[in-house]
C-alpha cells in the first residue's frame, strides 16, 4: 500500500468526521447510542458504557466501508488493463469532489442525499449501537459522500482487492479516533463542540484542496512516482 494514500485516507476520514453534516451531530449521536441526556451542559453517562456503545458503532460503519473497499479493488481489477484510463477518470472525478468541497462549483447532484433507514431496537445494547454504524456507513451525506467517494476511486485503482480494504480500514480509523476522542470530552463540557463548529468551513475548505491535490496526482502519474520515492524511505510496503 503506498504512503501516500495512507496518509490521505487517515486525513479524509479525520476531516469528514469535521464535516458540517457530522460533527454539530455528535451530541445526539452519543445520546442515540447510549440512551444518555444533556443536563449542566455536558452530557451525562458512563464514560465506559459510552466508549463500548461507540465502539460497536465505529465498528459498524467500518465493515461497511471495508466492504465498499473491497468491491471498489475488485472491479478496478477486473479493468486492470485499462489501469492508466482509469486513474485520469478517478482522478478528474476526485478534483470534481474537491472543487465541490472547497466552494468553487456548485454542482446540486453532488450535493444530493440518500440515507439507508434502518429500525435499530428499542432497548439500548452493542448490538443497536453495531447497526446503528451500519445504518450510519450505509447513508450517504453530501459532505463524507465525497471525500469516501474519492477514497473508493483511489481504491479502485489500488494494486490489489487488500490495499483497497486497508485504504477504507485506514479511513474508517480517521473518522472512528475523533469521534471517541470528542465523545469523551462532552461528558465533560458542551463547550467544545460550539468552538469548534466555528472552524468547520475552514476544515471544509482545506478537506476540499486536499482532495483536489490527491486528484491531481492521480490525474497526472505522479501519485505512483510519489509513493515509489517514499517507499525508499521505508523497510517495507503493503
Known sequence: MENITIVFAFTAGILSFFSPCIFPLIPAYVANLTGSHIQSEKVIVSKWLLMSRSLYFILGFSVIFMLMGASASALGQLFSQYRGLLEKVSGFLIIVFGLQMAGILSLRFLMLEKRFQSKTPSNKSNWSSFVLGLAFGTGWTP??????????????SADTMYSGLFMLMVYSLGLGIPFLIISWLITYSLTVVRKVNKFLPKLSLINGWILIFMGLLLFTGQLQKISAWLATFTPFVY
Open 143 to 156: 459532505c463524507v459522500g465525497l471525500a469516501l467517494s474519492s477514497i473508493l476511486l483511489l481504491a479502485g
